[in-house]
């Protein structure tokens, strides 16, 4: 196909990404740099009949004034990187001198909010992951050798958690694990304990957020395994029945080694996928004691009011970070992918 | 064809059912008992006393004098104003779909027929983008949206949910199209055609399988965002989902928890409806190679 032909043909499509999703990576990155003005103060004399006080208040009108002339703030460098809301270096730096200990300094770091943001992600990542591959392999093997006519609507049941989208299924598990709901009712009675609740502690919610996400996320692993266990091919296992393996070694031995490559992309697609978590959070109500990136971005723009540009468009490029890590090994397969096809 | 040595023993039959009917319990049981909780009241749903009373409907038939109710769909559809947030998630859906599907089409048969090098880094780039989180992006848009006045009408929310979705439509796409055999297209340029000309009579009349499975992934997307609808739509131009998150945030409603149940299941009934149809498309798109970041 001709440039020219290609340029018009791939123009829209192109110019819609370039606009909507480079330029915006550009822009955030332009907030970061950026941080809301300071409010002007100004001292007014306060005179009532028992006499005069100073006192400082807020001048509105040149604070508006200041915001128009500046709507994004003033420059402030790499500065908002560094403050107590991101990578923190002052406060990492006093404890790292101040603590006695190792643990006394991880326990300061972590409740960094950054820091304990980026820990909740990367629990979440790693311990939802693993779970999902197995079960959805499982799954995958299970559905496989059910009776044909059934396997459509068994396959319908399966994926409803990943069709349905993450705040709404999050809050329909939601509704059932509260303490008032029939999950909830049912583990107090099992621990025969009337007060327990998964909010109670922070581990709970933790554990709560992550069979959600296994729950959310072992569709995905099912459809893929099982469209590959389709392309599994029939001579070794027959021969492999021939020489008089059993089913588990045939599974062991067969169908997991073609099974790899599969299991490797589902496990990038998973970790990439959970970490920019954010609607279960919202669902489950667990803003209080987990905290994802996402999440922080979310709560600097929430406000109608008061935005925080700066400090969201900081958070945003640790996240590009985050995700550029995760997506390297993704990359790097394509990238051979296309070069055995050429 | 199975091999008779190969048939299953009666033990690993039952074990296989055991599982599979437990797992479907796990997935499906939920969405059940939203749907059933959705016709009682909050104090049966959410039932201090007995978590029964959520299936037998006491206090239900204590307020509203039977043991189910629709005041939940009722109210929330009119006073929670979600007949609105229905057509709003419509007019969103329909127009991602169309407009991402348009140039999805012609971007991904582009690089498809292209031989040259650029096409390959397109499609690297095409992949970074797809695995950006949604949530940066919107910080990145909001100020400039602010700035130019277009923040919190619908139009704003369809561009960029087609954009967003773009990267995932010319992968969608572009492996469809690497299947369609390119002689196709190409007797059709010796007779004579444009490209354009080859791709409107010869390359559409056979994309349809292609485009309907890229079509169910556009409509998802556009159906089930809350990132960006909540941050760039007016709370009067809300979609289904963030009106259900609105819903459980608002003072004004707390009393009125049911709405959001309500809600949930006029929200996921539909999608229910259509997976149902194109289940197999939608499990081919998934399957489609390196696709989904």
Known sequence: ?342 | MESKINRYSKQLILLNSFFILAWLIISVFPFIWTFWGSFKVKADFFSRADWMFAVTGVNTLIETGDTSTVKAYVESWTEGEFWKATMNTIIITVSVVTISLFLGTLGAYALSRSTYKYTFWILIAALIFRAMPHITLVSGYLFPFFQLNVWGILPTTIIVLVAINQPFTLWLLYSFFKTVPKELDESALIDGCSYFQAFRFVIMPVMWPGVVTAGLFSMMLAYNDFTVTSLLLNQQNYTMVPKINAYLGTIEHSGNYMWAVSSVVSATAPLFMIIMFFQRQLISGLTAGAVKG
């Not at chain 1, 939601?174 to 621990?191: N, R, T």
Request: hydrophobic content about 50%; proline content about 6%; overall charge negative.
């Open chain 1, 1 to 342: 196909m001709p440039h020219r032909t290609f340029f018009w043909f791939f123009f829209p499509s192109g110019l819609a990404m370039l606009l909507f999703i480079g330029l915006p990576i550009i822009s955030s990155f332009f907030q970061s740099l950026h941080i809301e003005p300071e409010q002007i103060l100004m001292e007014v004399e306060k005179c009532d009949p028992f006499g005069c006080k100073t006192e400082t208040k807020v001048d509105i009108e040149a604070t508006t004034k200041l915001q128009e002339e500046q709507p994004l703030g003033r420059f402030n460098g790499l500065g908002t990187y560094g403050d107590r809301n991101h990578l923190a270096f002052d406060e990492i730096k006093e404890a790292w001198t101040n603590s006695s200990s190792i643990a006394e300094f991880t326990d300061i770091l972590l409740n960094l909010p950054f820091y304990k943001a980026l820990l909740f992600t990367l629990t979440f990542c790693f311990a939802v992951t693993p779970p999902v591959v197995v079960l959805g392999f499982i799954v995958a093997l299970s559905v496989n050798t059910i009776t044909k006519s059934l396997k459509g609507p068994t396959i319908f049941g399966v994926i409803l958690p990943m069709i349905v989208t993450p705040l709404i299924g999050s809050l329909v598990l939601f509704w059932m694990i509260d303490a008032k709901g029939i999950l909830g009712s049912f583990i107090q009675f099992l621990f025969d304990d009337p007060n327990l609740s998964l909010k109670s502690s922070s581990q709970l919610t933790w554990i709560t957020l992550i069979i959600y996400g296994i729950w959310h996320n072992t569709p995905f692993a099912f459809v893929v395994f099982y469209a590959a266990l389709q392309t599994v091919p029939q001579d070794p296992i027959e021969a492999a029945i021939i020489d008089g393996a059993s089913r588990y070694e045939r599974v062991r031995h067969i169908v997991i080694p073609h099974l790899y490559p599969v299991a490797t992309f589902i496990i990038l697609i998973c970790l990439m996928d959970n970490f920019r978590v954010l609607e279960p959070i919202i669902g489950f109500a667990a803003e209080g004691v987990a905290q994802s990136l996402s999440w922080m971005i979310y709560n600097d723009l929430r406000s109608e009011n008061k935005m925080l540009f700066g400090s969201a468009g900081a958070t945003s490029m640790l996240t590009i970070i985050g995700v550029a890590i995760l997506l390297t090994p993704v990359l790097i397969r394509t990238w051979r992918e296309f070069r055995t096809e050429r």
